[in-house]
């Protein structure tokens, strides 16, 4: 076993962190009930995975019992000075076949001034799955929290990666299949609840350059719409998979950003660090990205922020890390974002994403845990009523 002079780990730790910001980030804050103010009609929707409970695919594939808190309660940390587990704070190992669990969900977020959730919708091939948080949400009384949905139109896969090797469920694309997706989905279209831009329903489309035969898709979804009495649908393509294709992005509504999708950076891996030693991911500062961001954006966009990205848990030595997102770079990647939302959007459709409210296993999210509690959440409030 390699022996590491603590002197030497010491100081090179300090020279990850070489910008001063980060003797600023706070380390655990308590949630903090005041009253929400939002002057600028400011939007931001949280992107929401529905994948902790168990189902038949995930216990035939991955064990019984199976569920995404499988991963995060057993990541460990790559190199030291590494934040893993992530350890839920405010809601424990949550299963969301507990109702209850959703509508505590929704009462801190809108707390903290989020606007709505996301949820990613999963058909494949004339089925749905991991529908049940969805079918509960929208049949309790007690939950009237704003949401919307994304079509998370990738395949399945042992790595996780929505690619196309050791697949679990692969995407198919049909006549058939888009009439009977649409059929499906666009029962939640028509909710008091479900989030509209000029009263036509939000929907997003994950992966919209794998879907061959797109021009006729988007006719036949609207058209299926529009002879519902639903109405024209506002279709809006996530930027994933390095989608800059502008002549795919003009057959949609608008478009929306889905960091890391997109962010393109300089590996900033210290070998001399790594605890383990078969560890061949990829290690990012995300300051270097929010200190660059382009603005020069030519057709609609919304933008949106990740509080931190470590999906250690799901890939292990595959892992791709943000080493230096913490609340405080968080809270000036917010300001940008919000800058631009208010300059280039009206007030009634000033909405940015957030990827995401639980994404756990990518080390994603807006829900508390116990190095930060609610710091990212009080960051979000701070940045919404300046």
């Given at each position: ?97 507990n109702v209850n669990i959703m509508e505590e969900q929704c009462n801190l977020a809108k707390e903290y001034g989020i606007f709505g959730f996301c949820f990613y919708y999963y058909y494949f091939q004339g089925k749905t799955q991991l529908e049940v948080p ?161 603005n020069e954006i030519n057709y609609p966009l919304f933008r949106c922020a990740f509080p931190s990205w470590d999906n250690t848990a799901r890939t292990s030595a595959r892992a791709k890390i943000f080493s230096d997102a913490n609340p405080v770079t968080f ?39 116990r190095k930060y509690g609610f710091a990212y959440l009080e960051k979000l409030r701070q940045c919404l009523e300046e």
């Open positions: 076993m390699k022996i590491y002079d603590r002197n030497i780990i010491q100081k090179q730790l300090e020279q990850i962190y070489t910008h001063n910001i980060y003797s600023t980030v706070p380390t655990y804050i308590e949630r903090k009930k005041i009253s929400f103010t939002n002057k600028n009609k400011l939007k931001p929707i949280a992107f929401y995975l529905p994948q902790y409970y168990p189902t038949k695919i995930n216990n035939q594939n991955w064990g019984n019992g199976f569920t995404e808190w499988t991963n995060v309660a057993k990541a460990i940390p790559q190199y030291y000075g590494h934040y893993q587990p992530h350890i839920p704070e405010a809601f424990g190992y949550y299963d969301l076949r969805l079918i509960n949400y929208v049949n309790n009384s007690n939950i009237n929290f704003p949401f919307c949905l994304c079509w998370a139109n990738e395949n399945w896969t042992k790595k996780w990666d929505g690619k196309d090797q050791e697949i679990l469920l692969q995407q198919t694309y049909t006549k058939k299949d888009m009439e009977i997706f649409i059929s499906k989905i666009s029962k939640y279209f028509i909710l008091d609840n479900y989030i509209k831009i000029n009263q036509r329903p939000l929907l997003i489309i994950y992966n919209a350059q794998g879907i061959p035969d797109l021009d006729d898709y988007i006719q036949l979804w609207r058209e299926f719409c529009l002879h519902a009495g639903i109405g024209d649908i506002f279709l809006v393509c996530a930027k994933t998979f390095g989608l800059d294709d502008i002549n795919i992005i003009n057959k949609f509504d608008a478009c929306v950003e889905f960091p890391p999708h997109d962010i393109r950076l300089e590996n900033k891996i210290d070998y001399s660090l790594l605890t383990n030693k078969d560890f061949n991911g990829t290690i990012y500062h995300i300051y270097d990205y929010i200190t660059t961001m382009n809270e000036m990647w917010l300001k940008k974002i919000i800058r631009f939302t208010i300059e280039l959007h009206t007030s009634e459709h000033r909405y940015f994403f957030i990827n995401a409210w639980n994404e756990w296993g990518e080390g994603a999210h807006l829900e508390p845990d």
